[in-house]
């Protein structure tokens, strides 16, 4: 049995791409899995039915993390059901690019609704709900150290993530909850190619020295150092997952 049989953990944005990854490696590892989703109902419910024939435990969760009152209630179904919250996973997030001079009012709202109300309204609840020894691992981005045009506002919700995550960590003293983020560079996901051409594909991936770009798979490995017994130690960092593109 695994040493993290009975531990629960909630991942958002865990319908797909690097969020659907993480969630079944975590199933794999022996967490129970909160899979978190906004709208695409039919794909949560897939990485599920992955997670359980791996052998593991996993249920879809509804919630818009946005909106507080529903995060509150994922929070409440994860207690319900399974007793208790360990680990959070701070995937979910939106990338609209626009040079700062064509960003409309829109895109600039929804990017600081999802991207960083989004991670704080579940920092906020797992500050009141994590079981003592949690983890919290939030997702930030290499273009926080990149600085690319037409990342300003992205880049500006990330950079906010970064500081929460070192503050969070400094506020947890005295419950062995450790606090951190990951920041991936340019990973193979769908959301990612899709629209890109090949050749820019291929600039971006010879862009650090292991000359490819990464996997949802390394990103999750990463994520399941950071929420296992290996990561106790390091806490209020941000590891950045990027092949050394920075």
């Known amino acids: 049995?695994?040493?993290?049989?009975?531990?629960?953990?909630?991942?958002?944005?865990?319908?797909?791409?690097?969020?659907?990854?993480?969630?079944?490696r975590l199933g794999k590892d022996g967490f129970t899995v909160v899979v978190n989703y906004a709208g695409s109902a039919a794909s949560a419910e897939d990485v599920v039915r992955k997670i359980e024939q791996a052998g593991g435990k996993a249920v879809a969760a509804q919630a818009d993390v946005s909106?507080?009152?529903a995060v509150r209630h994922m929070f409440d179904t994860?207690?319900?059901?399974?007793?208790?919250?360990?680990?959070?996973?701070?995937?979910?997030?939106?990338m609209l690019l626009s040079p700062l001079?064509?960003?409309?009012?829109?895109?600039?709202?929804?990017?600081?609704?999802i991207?960083?109300?989004?991670?704080?309204?579940?920092?906020?609840?797992?500050?009141k709900r994590l079981r003592e020894g949690g983890r919290v691992i939030n997702f930030s981005s290499s273009v926080v150290g990149l600085k690319?045009?037409?990342?300003?506002?992205?880049?500006g919700t990330k950079a906010a993530v970064e500081t929460m995550t070192g503050i969070m960590s400094k506020e947890?003293?005295?419950?062995?909850?450790?606090?951190?983020?990951?920041?991936?560079?340019?990973?193979?996901?769908?959301?990612?190619?899709?629209?890109?051409?090949d050749e820019l594909i291929d600039r971006l991936a010879k862009a650090n020295p292991l000359?490819?770009?990464?996997?949802?798979?390394?990103?999750?490995?990463?994520?399941?150092?950071?929420?296992?017994?290996?990561?106790?130690?390091?806490?209020?960092?941000?590891?950045?997952?990027?092949?050394?593109?920075?």
């Open 172 to 197: 947890m003293r005295g419950r062995k909850i450790t606090v951190n983020a990951v920041a991936p560079g340019p990973t193979a996901t769908d959301l990612f190619l899709n629209g890109k051409s």
């Open 67 to 69: 909106d507080a009152e």
């Open 115 to 127: 991207n960083l109300k989004g991670t704080f309204n579940t920092l906020r609840e797992a500050a």
């Open 211 to 246: 000359e490819r770009l990464g996997t949802p798979d390394d990103i999750a490995s990463v994520v399941a150092f950071l929420a296992g017994p290996d990561g106790t130690w390091v806490n209020g960092q941000v590891l950045r997952a990027n092949g050394g593109m920075i």
């Open 78 to 94: 994860a207690e319900t059901a399974f007793g208790g919250v360990d680990v959070l996973v701070n995937n979910a997030g939106i």
């Open 148 to 155: 690319p045009e037409s990342y300003a506002v992205y880049a």
């Open 1 to 24: 049995m695994s040493v993290e049989s009975n531990k629960v953990a909630i991942v958002t944005g865990a319908s797909r791409g690097i969020g659907a990854a993480i969630a079944e």
């Open 101 to 113: 001079v064509n960003v409309d009012d829109a895109s600039f709202d929804r990017q600081i609704a």
